[in-house]
């Protein structure tokens, strides 16, 4: 059996796999704008569990990595991990204490922002958006956030300690 | 990282290190592509003979059909190489195409692309053109090993050279971000198009083959305050419905296509689909 720390990483890699997968996993074209961040989500996740492990250069490169996968300019997704994880880092000891539904609320938040400069940057790719739906992924992302933090406890009790 | 965006939008130097790297996330479109393959296959498998009868009956008369169109297409082809050289002009070339299929949808929402599982492998490039059995669907814009990417017709970033079939007035469609609709761009007023005409390639621009179907208009709003139409046109391929679509190589290419034998297996179904799209005699 491995250590429970190497448990852990194995854990927390598996989770942002299945995230990826999620997130490129095809969609009907109308109804790709209802599909949860399912990597930034895990990726706020992990840094509300462990917040002072957290290295802003795996974040980027996990960023850059989703930009290669869905075909989006270089720097787009690790401009909004990074600021959310910078926000998360700030607001963690807050955030922890909140019941699930008022956790959903913030994360909202966060996902709406990491949307607004994925929409900066595919604007000035021209693509101009029109309308709010831009905030739809953050709804379906806050719905997510009690399912994906249920299953990612249940991961961690089991196999971690 | 703000730098990184700025460089990879405005400059190309980004671009070579994306095609190496394109190889790395093609397990991931095939992952997701498993869940459809196995429906496929469920469709192919756990299927009653008395449909496949059915099924065969109807394929075998759709066959019929298209070999009389055929045979009538064989001697307007010669007539037009007769015409054409009684007036001096080059000699049209059918296509050759090679079949492809879809294996993804790009997740962005903003952007109209698909992933299909043909690559520089089978012979794609970039900028060659790809149709479905109905129309043009797009081209083909970042080419892997096994897989590359298509940028859609409808994609806000795409435009495309047309014509009017009925009398050849000529324009440019450009995607909206609407899968549904292209607009034409700077149609001046007193132009002669009206809801129902077909719009085909043109062939200007030379990336697309001329000929080939790519919208149906819509609607022409003649608003008397601007200085232009403004003309709504459907596109004719099925753009979020087509599974199998046709890779373009144009005549003059042939010999240098790789897998030059699966491009002139299909050669005959070439012509058969160009007739079905009642598209007559693409290329140049």
Redesign the interface.
Known sequence: MLSPQLNLYFIVALSFLVA??L????????M??W?PEFVLVVAIYWIFFMPLTVSFTLL?VLGLFQD?????????H??GL?IVAYICILSYQRVRNFSIWRQSGWIFVLVGVAQLTD?W??G??????SGV?FLYPALTSALLWPACSWWLNGMTHRYHH | MVVLVVVGLYTDRLEPLREKLAQAVTPFYQITDVPSRVNDWRKDTFVSHADLKLENEALKTELLIHQRKLQQLASLAAENVRLRQLLNASQMLQDTVLIAELIGVSPNPLSHKVIINRGSKDGAFKGQPVLDAFGLMGQVIEVGETSSTVLLISDPTHAIPVQVNRNGVRAIAEGTGDLNSLSLRHVSANTDIRAGDLLVSSGLGERFPTGYPVAEVLQVVRDPGKAFLTVIAQPMARLDRSRHLLLVFENRDRASVPGALSVTTVEAASSAVSSAASSVGGGR
């Open positions: 990826l997968v997130s490129v996993y095809p969609l009907p074209m109308d790709r704008w599909r980027c290669l996968l869905e075909g989006v300019p270089f720097g787009q690790s401009l990074v929409n940057v595919q000035m790719a021209g693509r101009p958006l739906q």
